[in-house]
């Protein structure tokens, strides 16, 4: 983050302009995504993620959403380039063979919402399409309380929703672009992703809304 990308260079971090430093970086130039100009409708630049091992590691958010259901919102703007299964996003712990929590892409159709606890009680719900090559954007919660609930919506509509209580979650990692077991890469993404936004609740459903519309204009999706 102290010298600027171009076009076709290994991005090694990506600033929090939230001022909360949860920064992404990543210090092993093989591992680090691409920028591509104009990756969007928008015209604006993305990150492109090979499918073998580049990631992102946001600083000090893993911690933060350790404990019991803790509840935290995600949206991204993406393009997945196939269709096989694709992180977008993945919680977990350095030292453990399982991620906790993943949003992915299943087979280039669905989006899925996977979480599991301590205990390795797991829980998996599908969520809406997802199409091959087209920008889309996607907001997604987990740990809505009552009844622990997990809501996933691709371009603020078709929003589905469905339990996902699992219990305590101690983690240490919050990734953009793939999942970890045991800091091995895990379903690592392949396709462009753009801006993201992480926060440490659940947004209601105006805030979901408002959240989707904002990033929708960000890629020039017509919102």
Do not use: C
Request: aromatic letters at 8%; charged letters at 15%; zero cysteines.
């Amino acid at each position: 983050m102290s010298i600027p990308a171009g076009p076709g260079d290994p991005v090694g971090g990506v600033p929090d302009l939230s001022g909360g430093g949860g920064h992404a970086t990543q210090g092993t130039t093989a591992l680090k995504p691409t920028l591509v100009a104009s990756a969007f409708p928008s015209g604006r630049s993305g990150l492109s993620f090979d499918g073998v091992d580049d990631r992102l590691l946001v600083a000090g958010v893993g911690a933060i959403l350790s404990g019991d259901d803790v509840p935290f919102t995600v949206g991204l703007v993406y393009r997945v380039t196939d269709s096989t299964y694709r992180a977008m996003q993945g919680l977990g712990n350095g030292a453990t063979a399982t991620p906790y929590t993943m949003l992915y892409s299943v087979s280039g159709t669905t989006l899925a919402h996977y979480r599991r606890d301590n205990g390795s009680v797991a829980t998996t719900l599908s969520g809406p399409a997802v199409t091959v090559n087209a920008t889309q954007v996607v907001v997604a919660s987990f740990g809505e309380m009552p009844g622990v609930t997990a809501r996933t919506i691709i371009n603020g509509t078709l929003e589905q929703s469905g339990a996902m209580d699992v219990g305590t979650m101690t983690v240490d990692r919050f990734i953009i672009g793939a999942a970890e077991r045991a800091g091995t890469v895990l379903y690592p993404f392949k396709g462009y992703i753009g801006a993201w936004a992480v926060y440490n609740r659940a947004l209601t459903a105006a805030e979901r809304t408002s959240l989707a519309r904002y990033l929708m204009a960000w890629a020039g999706l017509g919102a």
